[in-house]
């Protein structure tokens, strides 16, 4: 008996000093790159290209190692600089679950400017890999920005990052801090982003997506904008992460900055946890 109490101690103070198990991670992986490769699904196409002299698959779209380290990340560019022309460079890949209606999920990724001048955008799109190429700009449902280009009014964008709000309106976002706009994004630093997307009904509220970032002038992570919407408005499932670049016109080229994502996942609710 003296034994078996022994040993039933033993067992007990085991468990209670066992750590209890961590809940599993809710983040899903879209893409991180490591593999060298662009993974399977991923769709490059230039569905305006006007390059003269005519330069076929102008985009550039690679994985590149980063300096120092042994990560890999995606680089996108509307093509090699001095190439200018092409209008719609466009990548996008399928989710690993769909949106549904109704649902809210968070959208991370770590994003890098290369350089500026440059146009650059990124979000969700509701269509099929068949529609996304002749939608274009309008297959994006949330959608962040990045450029310092000139817009047709004469107004001047700064580099600082931008959501909709409304369409083809864009706001930058703002440091609560201060309640000012944001700085321009610094080029060549790793932002985080956190994108909590609400794909219920617009008249439930929904439509419409809030962000975080951490990184440049937000050395901790802020919430940054509340309540952009989403471009098109269709409240159908949210498909496919996508991304458009492009040189601007050959009278009035923005630039070949490209634009580095890395670490893209996605996960149900709104989580602010880096994955």
């Known amino acids: 008996m003296k034994l078996k109490g022994m040993i039933l101690l033993g067992m007990l103070l085991l ?87 109704g649902e809210t999920y968070t959208l991370y990724s770590r994003i890098l400017v290369e350089y500026f001048p440059n146009n650059h955008s990124f979000g969700l799109s509701n269509l099929s890999a068949a529609e996304i190429p002749d939608a274009g700009y309008d297959a994006f449902e949330p959608m962040i920005r990045i450029t310092d280009k000139a817009e047709s009014d004469g107004t001047k964008n700064d580099g600082t990052l931008m959501v909709l709000s409304g369409y083809k309106t864009y706001d930058k976002i703002v440091n609560p801090s201060t309640g000012q706009t944001a700085n321009p994004m610094d080029a060549g630093a790793w932002y985080e982003i956190w994108a909590v997307i609400n794909n219920d009904a617009a008249d439930a509220g929904g439509q419409s997506y809030d962000l975080y970032v951490r990184g440049g002038e937000f050395a901790e992570q802020q919430k940054v904008f509340s309540g952009a919407v989403f471009r098109m408005n269709r409240e159908t499932p949210l498909t496919h992460f996508m991304a458009i670049t492009n040189t601007g016109s050959k009278k009035s080229p923005y630039g070949n900055g490209g634009v580095g994502y890395d670490d893209i996942y996605m996960s149900p609710g709104r989580e602010l946890s880096s994955p």
Do not use: M
């Open 15 to 101: 468990c209670s000093c066992a750590p209890a198990s961590s809940s599993p991670s809710s983040w899903v992986l879209v893409g991180d790159f490591e593999s060298g490769a662009l993974p399977q699904g991923w769709t490059n196409i230039d569905t305006q290209n006007d390059t003269d002299p005519f330069v076929p698959n102008p985009q550039v779209t690679e994985i590149r190692a980063e300096a120092g380290t042994d990560n890999h990340y995606l680089l996108r560019k509307p093509a090699a600089e001095g190439v200018i022309g092409n209008r719609k460079a466009i990548s996008f890949a399928p989710l690993p679950t769909a949106i549904p209606i």
